[in-house]
């Protein structure tokens, strides 16, 4: 019987379980995230947590201690110079624990683990902070706040006559220049009708000389006809 049982011995012998706790730890410090069982990464995540508190402190018995356990100079170098840095501000809880079903087979849980501050889509570094004014305290404080917002809200105030103002004054600048365009475009359209209108006008007499001639030819043909009468008479 195993009785005082600590931990999760993961059905392997001390050498054997040290040995894959290892290699599981050089492998997230190297691509910051993995996918194991449910059971490895609580282990796992045991292992790894206390060595990168020791990487803050970038010593060298901090670094020779790190190596001890992970037996891997890239792993050590990685999680000194790039992980460490980036964790420096973290009091703990450097792992996190994504769920992600039941593997095929054997039907054990399966999980990713991943360092926390290397997923950028969960990071808080691009959100805004805001703070909320509250109206309680004392009755000095709240005075200078209201005294702050009155003259915030008369600022914006007198930007916005000032926008309104200056709009308005530019509308007024292109009216004129507007009406001007309007005037030279009707110009053109009222000197093109006097010409339209003259040039039927010019046209009338070319008329007037045609009609003569056609009298005149008709005198002609009434004068040969009595002719001709009268020489048959």
Aim: aromatic fraction near 4%.
């Amino acid at each position: 019987m195993r009785h005082g049982k600590k931990f999760n011995h993961l059905g392997r012998k001390t050498a054997h379980r040290k040995a894959m706790l290892s290699n599981m730890a050089c492998s997230l410090i190297e691509h910051k995230r993995i996918n194991t069982t449910v059971a490895k990464a609580k282990a796992l995540r045991g292992y790894v947590e206390p060595l990168i508190t020791k990487s803050k402190n970038d010593t060298t018995h901090s670094r020779r201690t790190v190596f001890s356990y992970l037996q891997n100079k890239e792993a050590v170098a990685e999680l000194f110079r790039e992980v460490a840095p980036k964790v420096a501000d973290r009091p703990g809880g450097y792992t996190r624990i994504i769920r992600t079903g039941y593997r095929l087979g054997d039907n054990a849980e399966m999980c990713m683990i991943e360092l926390v501050d290397f997923n950028e889509l969960y990071s808080n570094e691009g959100k805004k902070k805001t703070t909320r004014r509250s109206r309680r305290g004392g009755g000095g404080g709240g005075a200078q706040a209201a005294a702050a917002t009155e003259e915030a809200v008369v600022a914006d105030a007198e930007a916005t006559e000032a926008a309104n103002e200056e709009a308005t004054a530019e509308t007024q600048e292109a009216a004129p220049a507007v009406e001007e365009a309007e005037v030279v475009e009707e110009t053109p359209a009222e000197e093109a009708a006097p010409e339209a209108e003259a040039a039927p006008a010019e046209e009338a007499p070319a008329e007037e000389p045609k009609a003569e001639a056609e009298s005149t030819e008709e005198e002609a043909s009434e004068d040969k006809a009595e002719d001709d009468a009268e020489e048959k008479e």
